[in-house]
């Protein structure tokens, strides 16, 4: 009999792993932080746990990981989702964001980790404003969190007026903020803190910004986070100045690498996508975001390229279940082919593939002796899931965040119930809910339309 300290069952177990399928009966057996086992049930007795979680009517499967994501970004939530792109960031977005103190960030930030722990996320990979608040937060609510300061030297809010002078003082106040960030919470909470250095996107820093951020996290020996062809004012800004598209740019500027995470490359062209096989860097795909803007970035010839690739959520939403299925619905539609991207694939893409992306997946993303122990338990008795099959499409077509009922987190229970153990979540929501009619006000005075709804005469 072996000691451990942790014991997880479920009816069915998803390793994600690929050497072993789903496995109806399972367990995982924790010992500190790390999973000893992962398989079929073993006979009573044959462990003695310092605590049993799960059991009848339970799914165990890899916390998602959340490759690219802004955690704190949930007060822009219904004010740009009828926008393009280039409209939610320039004209909303951008705008508002200076304004924002890290006060605000903070508590926002709080619902935010909330938020990620209900919908199951056990890993992200976040680039904001006032990464130390969000950092404090993840300490204490137990994710596990790659972050990067969001490193920029225009003025974001003068874009969408063709501004786009570089203001160098700034972007070194801003870097070596990030830098500041990283020696002092990479590797912290016992190594769930890990740091990035986030080059905001190609358009938003000046070439030698681009430069000194690579040079930076070289010597810091963490990676780089960059929105990259995200949107069409940020590429024909690319081509005007430039005359290549983002993707080249970054290589010839010689920032792309394997530790890097680009969000996006809605409008990669192909030679942008071979200039990123041939760098090795990685892809967060945020598939959400995508039909709400009109134009789904081309992942088949992306995935064809053999370039690392994994989901995130991006910002506003946060339901990894509903990302699959809006990553195999758009495929699928795109392609007019329902065999793309099959719903096993779409999982791996939330778990293992991401995990790859952000370069943790030595560590996590399956469930596998040997690796952190970062779990979930989903509630499969439920009406709408019945009868439960016990296949990867049981789970991933038909399954809702709000199912989650568990998170282990490097062995540590986090969620349980379905309500974060170590985040006062009532106290955040209110806390939002306070602040809530000052941003109305300030988001009326942009003249942001979804504050009254559109079709009105205020709108933009
Ligand atoms: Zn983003």
Known sequence: MDDVDLLVHGDFLYPVSDGMPIVAGGEVAIADTRILYAGPRKPDGSWRAGRVVGGAGKAILPGFVNAHCHTASLIFRSQTDDHAA?????????RMEKDVSDEEWALLAELGCADMLRAGVTAINDIWYAPHRLAETVERCGLRAQIANKVFDVRLEALRDGDYAHDAARGERRLRDGVDFVARWHGAA??????????????????????????????????????????????????????????????????LGPDVVLAHLTYATDADLDAVRET?????????????????????????????????????????????????????LRLGDPSALDCARALWMHTMGAARVIGLDAEIGSLEPGKKADLILVDIDRPHLQPYY?????????????????????????????????????AARAAVAGRTPDWRRRLEML????VFGPGCACCL
Request: net charge neutral; with cysteine; hydrophobic share 40%.
């Open 280 to 332: 090795g860097a990685r892809y967060a795909h945020c598939p959400t975001i995508y039909p709400r803007r009109g134009r789904y970035p081309r992942l088949e010839d992306i995935l064809a390229r053999d370039i690392v690739a994994g989901f995130g959520t991006d910002w506003m939403m946060n339901d990894p279940f509903e990302g699959m299925r809006n990553a195999m619905n758009a495929m699928r």
């Open 390 to 426: 016990g296949a990867y499409a049981a789970l991933v077509y038909y399954a809702r965040a709000s199912e989650v009922v568990t998170s282990v987190i490097d062995g540590q229970i986090v969620l349980e119930d379905g309500r974060p153990t170590r985040l006062d979540e009532p």
């Open 447 to 450: 003249g942001s339309r979804a």
């Open 86 to 94: 280039r409209s939610a960031l320039f004209d909303v977005a951008f």
């Open 190 to 255: 016992a190594g769930r803190i890990t740091g990035r250095i986030g080059a905001h996107a190609t358009d938003t820093c000046a070439p030698e910004l681009h430069r000194a951020a690579r040079v930076e996290a070289t010597r810091l020996g963490v990676g780089l986070h960059i929105h990259a062809a995200q949107s069409l004012g940020e590429t024909e800004q690319i081509r005007a100045a430039h005359g290549c598209g983002p993707l080249e740019y970054l290589r010839d500027l010689g920032v």
